[in-house]
């Protein structure tokens, strides 16, 4: 299989980072991977995929490199605030994201310009590990759609199966052994030319960001080889936040890792 694109010059924090992430990979893990072929070959792009572990930027990322992308992470902001690592991400490109406060909308503007300058963007279109007891794809957020919109680049629905071997979905732990196999695929970008005249107002945002929420659902479908629930789980309906660990919430003494 060969690579989707010819990789873009690395900043010297970035090249850290994967000389910190990239022999982790190889010892404890085994790749499955497919749809390589449906990445664009050139500019930016927001890849989307499902949210099923803290584990789970490595796999994707680790996929969306060895295609020859270089892929910028929104991520919550507390993961940038980890002693020295935290330093190499946010020097590296990627993006922290500023939940419920002033600084909120910096993210969303820093990835259009970020796909807008070619680069590969990868937002987590749920927002959080999913609350569905199944691990399937829950109700989505606007972002990804929006960026993509306004940028009017190609979205990219991408499914992963696996991360939550190695970081138990909500749970503690780093369980490397035996080596677990991780399952990475991508999938058409979404056709949303027909929206692209609409304003970009909340009914044009649900119809995208549901179009999207039911590509990736069917990509995690096929990975896992079984038929996902026929109605999406919306963590508003059960009494959930949208943040944070429900597992906690609701009294059970969990954590989040």
């Excluded at 929104?74 to 406060?101: H, N």
């Excluded at 970020?114 to 569905?132: F, H, I, N």
Aim: net charge positive; aromatic share 10%.
């Amino acid at each position: 299989m060969e690579p989707a694109r010819r990789r873009a010059r690395l900043n010297p924090a970035y090249v850290v980072v994967a000389a910190i992430v990239r022999p982790f990979m190889f010892l404890f893990t085994t790749k499955r991977w497919s749809g390589w072929e449906h990445l664009p070959k050139e500019g930016g792009f927001v890849a989307a995929p499902n949210h099923i572990s803290n584990f789970d930027p490595f796999p994707i990322a680790w996929y969306l490199f060895k295609a020859g992308c270089v892929p910028f992470f929104l991520g919550k902001e507390s993961v940038f605030r980890i002693p020295v690592f935290g330093k190499l991400l946010l020097a590296s490109g990627q993006v922290p994201v500023y939940r419920r406060s002033s600084r909120a909308s910096d993210a969303y503007r820093a990835a259009v310009s970020g796909v807008k300058d070619g680069k590969c963007v990868v937002v987590y279109p749920e927002g959080t590990l999913t609350r569905d007891p199944g691990m399937w794809p829950m109700v989505g957020k606007s972002g990804a759609a929006r960026i993509a919109l306004e940028s009017r680049c190609p979205l990219v629905p991408m499914a992963h199966w696996g991360a939550q071997e190695v970081i138990p979905h909500y749970r503690k732990g780093l369980h490397l052994f035996p080596r677990k196999t991780l399952h990475v695929t991508a999938g058409p970008p979404l056709d949303l030319s027909d929206l692209h005249d609409r304003p970009l107002d909340g009914a044009t945002l649900r119809e995208a960001t549901e179009r999207l929420m039911d590509a990736i659902t069917a990509l995690e479908a096929e990975l896992r080889g079984e038929q996902p629930p026929t109605e999406r789980w919306d963590p508003r309906v059960h009494g959930q936040a949208e943040t944070g660990n429900y597992l906690r919430d609701r009294g059970t003494g969990e954590e989040q890792p």
